[in-house]
């Protein structure tokens, strides 16, 4: 690895994203590995660190997580958090047994300031805990550094060995001194220089795009959205008019959007960009007439997109290089890093098909999280009203239509969404909720209308709060402007009788419906 890497070991616990941001945040440049993976490839990566995450299971029961015994003696320091702590004692010889209590919540914190994670750090401080087991005993050569009232082992180093264990979660933020304490273990332990920063991000990655594509000529995907809005300015920096951006309009946009996304992009707007709007409604509705099963829509989604781009390349001859806005969430909720399930196949990651006729996909993005992309996008002097807009994903009202997708559908939930989103922005409230949309579900029920029966669709409204896009909570959206949307719905919207709110949160809901 050439760049500065802490690794994270994930074991599938809850706030694993959490520790990568936080590392990150300390511009130190932090990646997610599965704790499957190879102790060979590790060593290959070289990082500066490793830090090993909480997780749900017991470390002494036969089939939980482990990892080897070999990975705290490659000289590379290693801290262990909660279920990561637990299972470095239990490797290295220490005991870890099932509590008497559970330890949870804010938790008063006694450590040792001698200790080089808490420099800087009171003697009293509050964490955040989350555990049933404990430690028992220190494995040998280790010494206790932090204690708490029902946990007599909240922390614990063998600083020769270059060993952390951290039974809080210095992630969360109800850890006071959180940030310290892993900045502490960054710099002071592992000897960080520093060097992940969003400038330096994105002077790196204009040279790198240069020396790949040199005179080629490169083809973007832009849906208008943040992520392929910051790819597509990153690399029209980067490589001027070799570059072309494709907007596909397929049918399955906000109302009005394609025209707005033109208005930015186009020819009357501020950038100097190549820019073709491709009007393909029709072949992708008569490719998704009668699909009901959510991945199977995604992929044909995701398939034509591709095959639309390869259409234009094409025209324009000569085109190796694709460029797609995919970014970080994307990779691990489609299965391909850390130690996630396969969530769903985003359109750009998973819904890829077989075979691109392209020589290489270039994702210049897939390495950061949302609000780092925005931090690139400001960089880049992308305007903030775009830089901030609320996320659409690529295959647009497709997965916020559930079951089968026809054009009157795509009429209804664009109508309904149009009117949410005014109302939403006229009570003052679009900036505090971070995604809200109306989605059409698959159900009719019967009403009454003007005394004639109905029946129509129903229609859910969905709005969250959420910092990072892999966990949400429903907002809290007062009930008279979601009675005005829903009266405006009822009666604006033809072929909608019904309004739901939907207060799921993520996980275990997840923000689209499909
Ligand atoms: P979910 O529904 O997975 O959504 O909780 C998390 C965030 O990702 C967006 N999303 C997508 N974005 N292509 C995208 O570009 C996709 O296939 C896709 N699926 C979901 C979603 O809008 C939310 O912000």
Redesign the pocket.
């Given at each position: 690895m050439k760049r500065e890497t802490v690794i994270v070991i994930d074991f599938g616990g809850q706030y694993n994203q959490l520790v990568a941001r936080r590392v990150r945040e300390c511009n130190v440049y932090c990646e997610i590995y599965s704790y499957k993976t190879n102790i060979d490839k590790i060593k290959e990566m070289n990082p500066k660190g490793i830090i090993l995450t909480g997780g749900p299971n017991s470390c002494y029961l036969e089939d939980s997580p482990s990892c080897s015994k070999e990975l705290f003696e490659l000289g590379i320091p290693v801290l262990g958090l909660c279920y990561g702590a637990q299972l470095m004692m239990h490797v290295l010889g220490g005991k870890v047994e099932k509590a008497s209590v559970r330890e949870y919540g804010k938790t008063e914190l006694h450590v040792d300031t001698e200790s080089k994670l808490f420099t800087g750090v009171e003697e009293d401080t509050m964490c955040w805990m989350s555990h049933f087991d404990y430690i028992s005993k220190t494995a040998p050569g280790f010494r206790v550094c932090a204690q708490t009232r029902d946990c007599p082992v909240a922390a614990a180093e063998d600083p020769e060995r270059k060993l952390y264990a951290i039974q809080f979660h210095p992630e969360v933020l109800h850890t006071v001194r959180g940030k310290e304490i892993l900045h502490n273990y960054v710099y002071q332990i592992c000897g960080c220089a520093g060097d992940w920063k969003m400038d330096s991000f994105v002077e790196n990655s204009i040279r790198a795009i240069r020396e790949k594509v040199g005179d080629g000529k490169v083809l973007c995907g832009l849906?208008g959205?943040v992520?392929s809005s910051v790819a597509a300015v990153l690399l029209s920096r980067a490589v001027g008019k070799q570059l072309t951006c494709v907007f596909v309009d397929h049918g399955l946009l906000r109302k009005d959007e394609g025209d707005e996304v033109e208005a930015v992009f186009g020819p009357e707007g501020p950038y100097d960009l190549n820019f073709i709007r491709v009007n393909a409604q029709d072949r992708f509705y008569i490719k998704l007439a009668g699909v009901d099963e959510p991945e199977q829509k995604?992929k044909i989604i995701g398939e034509e997109f591709i095959r639309v781009f390869e259409e234009e390349a094409k025209k324009i001859g000569a085109v190796d290089y694709l460029v797609q806005?995919t970014i970080y969430?994307?990779v691990v909720?489609s299965g391909l890093g850390g130690e996630s399930a396969v969530?769903?196949?985003?359109?750009?990651v998973g819904?890829l098909p077989d075979y691109v006729d392209f020589k290489e996909i270039i994702e210049p993005l897939r390495d950061l999280f949302k609000d780092e992309v925005r931090q690139a996008g400001l960089e880049l002097g992308i305007p903030e009203y775009l830089v901030f807009r609320q996320?659409?994903?690529?295959?647009g009202l497709g997965?916020r239509i559930v079951g089968d997708i026809t054009a009157e559908k795509v009429r209804m939930v664009q109508e309904a969404d149009a009117i949410y989103r005014e109302e939403v922005a006229r009570a003052g409230l679009d900036r505090e909720i971070n995604?809200y949309f109306a989605a059409l579900t698959n159900m009719r029920s019967v009403g009454v209308m003007g005394d004639e029966r109905t029946y129509d669709y129903a229609v859910a409204l969905r709005a969250v709060k959420t910092i990072d896009?892999?966990t949400?909570e429903a907002a809290d959206i007062p009930f008279e402007v979601l009675n005005k949307v829903m009266n405006r719905i009822i009666n604006e919207v033809r072929g909608v009788n019904r309004v739901f709110y939907d207060l799921t949160s993520?996980p275990p809901?997840?923000?689209?419906f499909e």
């Amino acid at each position: 690895m050439k760049r500065e890497t802490v690794i994270v070991i994930d074991f599938g616990g809850q706030y694993n994203q959490l520790v990568a941001r936080r590392v990150r945040e300390c511009n130190v440049y932090c990646e997610i590995y599965s704790y499957k993976t190879n102790i060979d490839k590790i060593k290959e990566m070289n990082p500066k660190g490793i830090i090993l995450t909480g997780g749900p299971n017991s470390c002494y029961l036969e089939d939980s997580p482990s990892c080897s015994k070999e990975l705290f003696e490659l000289g590379i320091p290693v801290l262990g958090l909660c279920y990561g702590a637990q299972l470095m004692m239990h490797v290295l010889g220490g005991k870890v047994e099932k509590a008497s209590v559970r330890e949870y919540g804010k938790t008063e914190l006694h450590v040792d300031t001698e200790s080089k994670l808490f420099t800087g750090v009171e003697e009293d401080t509050m964490c955040w805990m989350s555990h049933f087991d404990y430690i028992s005993k220190t494995a040998p050569g280790f010494r206790v550094c932090a204690q708490t009232r029902d946990c007599p082992v909240a922390a614990a180093e063998d600083p020769e060995r270059k060993l952390y264990a951290i039974q809080f979660h210095p992630e969360v933020l109800h850890t006071v001194r959180g940030k310290e304490i892993l900045h502490n273990y960054v710099y002071q332990i592992c000897g960080c220089a520093g060097d992940w920063k969003m400038d330096s991000f994105v002077e790196n990655s204009i040279r790198a795009i240069r020396e790949k594509v040199g005179d080629g000529k490169v083809l973007c995907g832009l849906s208008g959205g943040v992520d392929s809005s910051v790819a597509a300015v990153l690399l029209s920096r980067a490589v001027g008019k070799q570059l072309t951006c494709v907007f596909v309009d397929h049918g399955l946009l906000r109302k009005d959007e394609g025209d707005e996304v033109e208005a930015v992009f186009g020819p009357e707007g501020p950038y100097d960009l190549n820019f073709i709007r491709v009007n393909a409604q029709d072949r992708f509705y008569i490719k998704l007439a009668g699909v009901d099963e959510p991945e199977q829509k995604r992929k044909i989604i995701g398939e034509e997109f591709i095959r639309v781009f390869e259409e234009e390349a094409k025209k324009i001859g000569a085109v190796d290089y694709l460029v797609q806005g995919t970014i970080y969430p994307d990779v691990v909720e489609s299965g391909l890093g850390g130690e996630s399930a396969v969530i769903k196949s985003h359109h750009n990651v998973g819904g890829l098909p077989d075979y691109v006729d392209f020589k290489e996909i270039i994702e210049p993005l897939r390495d950061l999280f949302k609000d780092e992309v925005r931090q690139a996008g400001l960089e880049l002097g992308i305007p903030e009203y775009l830089v901030f807009r609320q996320p659409f994903p690529g295959p647009g009202l497709g997965i916020r239509i559930v079951g089968d997708i026809t054009a009157e559908k795509v009429r209804m939930v664009q109508e309904a969404d149009a009117i949410y989103r005014e109302e939403v922005a006229r009570a003052g409230l679009d900036r505090e909720i971070n995604q809200y949309f109306a989605a059409l579900t698959n159900m009719r029920s019967v009403g009454v209308m003007g005394d004639e029966r109905t029946y129509d669709y129903a229609v859910a409204l969905r709005a969250v709060k959420t910092i990072d896009f892999m966990t949400a909570e429903a907002a809290d959206i007062p009930f008279e402007v979601l009675n005005k949307v829903m009266n405006r719905i009822i009666n604006e919207v033809r072929g909608v009788n019904r309004v739901f709110y939907d207060l799921t949160s993520k996980p275990p809901g997840t923000i689209e419906f499909e």
